[in-house]
């Protein structure tokens, strides 16, 4: 029976105890391509007491040698930091009214899928049942993994730790469009009671930024201003 509409789903063994790696495996992100040979096809997930789902695909129509689309997953979706830990693929004959039919399953491993592309990333698609009961059974078709790579997604505690510097400046509006500071409808108001819009944004970000600047020195600067001593406007002048 050939199967034109198809699909797998992307399983991870449930065990009560993995070895994470030393690896932050938080960052780690794999993207991974498979295609199919003979009757592979979209994918759709199932939960069972062993598995649970890491990954659906696309379902791919009318064809009988589907390639699906490279898809991401976290390291720690996939296996948690067990780079042996089993990950089943379910393939299935996908169906409008949603009795998908079962095609076959093959297992791997993180380890095993990140060799890439080669001989032992050619698996065997096996329907468990007719495997059993027919003696000349061989295979529902293969799955080839196409590409397979690791990225690491870096985080900004990450440049922190790296040693990345920040640095707080401020520049200050001094344009007339603001209004007369000295007046409630000015964005520059100057408040005997509270802190006008403008502070409370530099007071909220440098209270932050201040912990992550070595020297403490946040440099100052205005723009839009007649300064002296001939009155004209500058925009870029230190306070």
């Known amino acids: ?7 797998a789903t992307v399983t991870r063994a449930l065990d009560a105890s993995c070895r994470i790696a030393e690896e932050n495996t938080e960052d780690r992100i794999i993207c991974a391509q498979f295609k199919q040979a003979l009757f592979l096809g ?5 939960l069972s007491g062993r598995f649970t789902i890491c990954h659906k695909t696309e379902v791919i129509k009318n064809t009988l040698n589907p390639v699906w689309q490279p898809f991401t997953i976290p390291v720690r979706a996939l296996c948690n930091g067990d ?12 169906d409008r009214d949603g009795s998908h039919d079962f095609i076959g399953e093959f297992t791997t491993s993180y ?3 990140s060799r890439g592309q080669n001989q032992f990333n050619v698996y065997e698609v096996l329907h468990p049942k007719k495997k059993g009961k027919k003696k000349k059974y061989i295979n529902s078709g293969t799955v080839t993994l196409l590409s397979f790579k690791v990225e690491s997604e870096y985080t900004f505690v990450d440049f922190i730790r790296g040693g990345t510097q920040l640095n707080f400046t401020v520049a200050i509006d001094f344009t007339a469009s603001n209004g007369n500071p000295s007046q409630p409808t ?5 408040s005997p009671y509270q802190m006008n819009a403008y502070a409370m944004a530099l007071k909220a970000v440098g ?24 009155g004209k406007i500058s925009h870029a002048f230190p306070l």
């Open 186 to 190: 000015s964005l520059h108001y100057m």
């Open 111 to 113: 380890r095993e899928l």
């Open 207 to 230: 209270e932050i930024i201040q912990d992550y600047d070595s020297d403490k020195l946040f440099p100052a600067y205005g723009f839009g201003a007649k300064m002296p001593p001939d």
């Open 83 to 94: 780079y042996d830990r089993t990950v089943k693929v379910d393939v299935y004959d996908w």
């Open 1 to 7: 029976m050939l199967h034109k509409y198809t699909y």
């Open 42 to 46: 979209p994918h759709i997930s199932y």
